[in-house]
RNA sequence: CGGUGAUUAGCGCAGCUUGGUAGCGCACUUGGUUUGGGUCCAAGGGGUCGCAAGUUCGAAUCUUGCAUCACCGACCA
């Protein structure tokens, strides 16, 4: 490609409503122009690269067995209310109408489809299991679209759905998916992570994400130290405290805390840590037979945070998790927030683990303006239950048993996850077995976000100068830099010949044919984030060799010009 | 959806307080100059000032309403 035949459309300053550095970069390079909100196209750059990894993981699901087809993005609404996700999707589902009025969905994922297809199609366990992929265009209004393709709103993505007869054949393909996201991560040249994941409201037993390494993650994700571990921290456990509670040793002393409420608050003004406090988080449970919800008391360490997917899994939570107001609150217990303490609380109260371990500690006395001291667990509250509802932090113990947690940030690429029968129950999706009974199947369902790698992919592999491309995705595997072309011909003679033969070998190759000054080229080069640019110039000639400059190490080494294909023949 | 801020040339911004019909840098076009790291000089082209209504002799500027976009919080690949 010569780009004067090209589209390069990079940009020399920065557009304001770019925040993160991914997002800044693909528009100054040229990969990604915004539409309106969540919607971009895809320049000629940034389309090469998404392709290739579009390529990768095409070849890792065919080589893992799944077979590819290409479903409609515009749905009838009637698959989405046998479903039931219609009714359950939420404002998330962009819902059209057509010209008669009948109402379709733009697919924001695609259960639907494959199961009525599958049923369809499908009607012996002799043609199971099946491994159907696709990759195809996503549409989710999403609330707040952010960070360019990162969070568009419309994205492309891979899904895959598998169907068996029995949860055995399932976690076979599970785990098959399971290794070929490693190879697909492997192959892109990205820091990633499996990490388990919650299934979230579809239910299941098993999940993993895969996670993209990066401060700009918006997933906090929790590692062991000392071993594999790693989960998402909505699903990782915090154990209890290790040994005995420490016994009571201290009154229960109520003491006036005048518009103290915060914890912070609270342990200044009793010159005490944090962590020998606890708070209590007002939620309202699910309704009873009356449509009423009750308020029931969260309990946690004063320096922890309430984990909300956690706490909305239990019985006596509502889910979706929802605070109580402060009139129901002042209703219940007749005491504002701020003062609220499990000490005499006529409320279903549930404890974290870490606080219930607690002795001795600060809470408010139900009372606005006061709290204890000196509370204990079973002398001073009672009836309470334990359960596991804050989020872990770095240096607690390791849910799986070795090490302590470290949290980063990740960014979430993929994520496979074992449905059940959930899809093909309600739209009766099952085959005859062997003994000629009908069975529902099984599903598993596995994602990746395509367009989200390319964005992630920048966010780990950038410096000041733009993009620093892994290998396997760069939109060129080369650039042709020319100095002065338009003055020497031996330059211009030496850079088309070396384009027609790198051409010829198949390489991809950027040939800069444009009449710009060296640093202008240069800029843009880097920018791109081409990893091997070829640098012809008078200087280097008369030995017959060019100046051959690596992107990722920043190294530049002279080559003859007759050995420049041996810079890609180990591929 | 709530909170914050923005909307003036393709991009980045000034002008608005104090109303008089729009300007700077980059980019673009032309000519010259320069040529191994975003040259320099000159001359140009390009704007319904987000939309609508109002106030006024006169509105980018004041008033009201609406729209769009971005950022911070709950969903997801």
């Not at 037979?289 to 029931?296: D, K, M, T």
Request: aromatic letters at 6%; glycine letters at 8%.
């Amino acid at each position: 490609m010569r780009t004067s035949q090209y589209l390069l459309a990079t940009l020399k300053e920065t557009p304001a409503n770019a925040e993160v550095i991914s997002h800044q970069l693909m528009l100054r390079a040229g990969l990604v122009r915004n539409l309106a909100s969540g919607l971009y196209t895809w320049l000629p750059t940034g389309l090469k690269v998404l392709r290739k990894v579009e390529k990768i993981v095409r070849e890792e699901m065919e080589r893992a067995g799944a077979i590819e087809a290409l479903m409609p993005v515009v749905q009838p609404a009637d698959l989405w209310e046998e479903s039931g996700r219609w009714d359950e999707y939420g404002p998330e589902l962009l819902r059209i109408n057509d010209r008669h009025q009948r109402p379709f969905v733009l697919g924001p994922t695609h259960e639907e489809v494959i199961t009525k297809l599958v049923s369809n199609e499908i009607s012996s366990y002799k043609q199971l299991p099946l491994n159907i992929f696709q990759v195809q265009t996503k549409f989710r209004d999403e609330i707040r679209p952010r960070f360019g393709v990162m969070r568009g709103r419309e994205f492309l993505m891979k899904d895959a759905y598998s169907f068996h007869l029995e949860q055995e054949c399932l976690e076979q393909t599970y785990q098959k998916m399971f290794d070929a996201y490693c190879r697909i991560f492997e192959r892109l040249g990205l820091d990633y992570r499996p990490v388990i994941a919650d299934t979230g409201s579809i239910g299941g037993d098993a999940s993993h994400e895969f996670h993209v390494l990066a401060e700009s993650g918006e997933d906090d994700i929790a590692f062991s130290d000392s071993s594999d571990f790693a989960a998402n921290i909505e699903k990782a456990e915090a154990l209890a405290p290790a040994g005995p509670r420490g016994e009571a040793t201290q009154d229960l002393t109520k003491v006036a805390t005048p518009g103290v409420k915060s914890i912070e608050e609270v342990a200044a003004f009793l010159k005490v840590d944090a962590q020998a406090t606890v708070k209590t988080l007002m939620v309202l449970a699910p309704e009873d037979e009356n449509g009423q919800q009750a308020v029931v008391a969260l309990v946690l360490r004063g320096d922890h945070q309430l984990n909300e997917i956690k706490a909305e899994k239990l019985e006596q939570v509502a889910a979706p998790l929802t605070f109580a107001s402060e009139e129901q609150i002042q209703a219940a217990i007749n005491c504002a927030t701020g003062s609220i303490g499990p000490v005499n609380l006529p409320l279903q109260v549930i404890v974290d683990r870490s606080a219930a371990h607690l002795s001795d500690f600060v809470c408010g006395a139900n009372e606005d303006g006061y709290h204890f001291t000196g509370a204990n667990w079973d002398r001073d509250a009672k009836d309470y239950r334990v359960e596991d509802i804050r989020n872990v932090v770095e240096g607690d113990p390791s849910p799986c048993g070795q090490g302590n947690i470290i949290i980063k940030r990740g960014i979430e690429v993929g994520h496979i996850f074992q449905l059940g029968k959930k899809y093909a129950d309600a739209m009766n999706c099952g085959v005859l077995t062997e003994s000629g009974k009908h069975q529902t199947l099984t599903m598993g369902c596995y994602g990746i976000g395509v367009s989200r790698i390319v964005a992630a992919a920048i966010e780990q592999n950038h410096d000041k100068y733009g993009i620093k491309w892994p290998a396997a995705i760069a939109p060129f595997q080369a650039a042709i830099v020319p100095m002065n072309m338009a003055k020497s011909a031996r330059v211009k003679e030496t850079a088309e010949a070396l384009y027609q033969e790198l051409q010829q070998a198949g390489i991809e190759v950027l040939f800069d044919d444009r009449k710009e000054r060296p640093g202008v080229m240069f800029a843009d080069h880097e920018l791109i984030g081409t990893p091997l640019l070829l640098v012809i110039g008078e200087r280097n000639l008369d030995n017959q060799q060019i100046e051959v400059k690596n992107r990722i190490t920043g190294e530049k080494s002279l080559l003859a010009i007759n050995e420049v294909l041996s810079l890609f023949n180990p591929q």
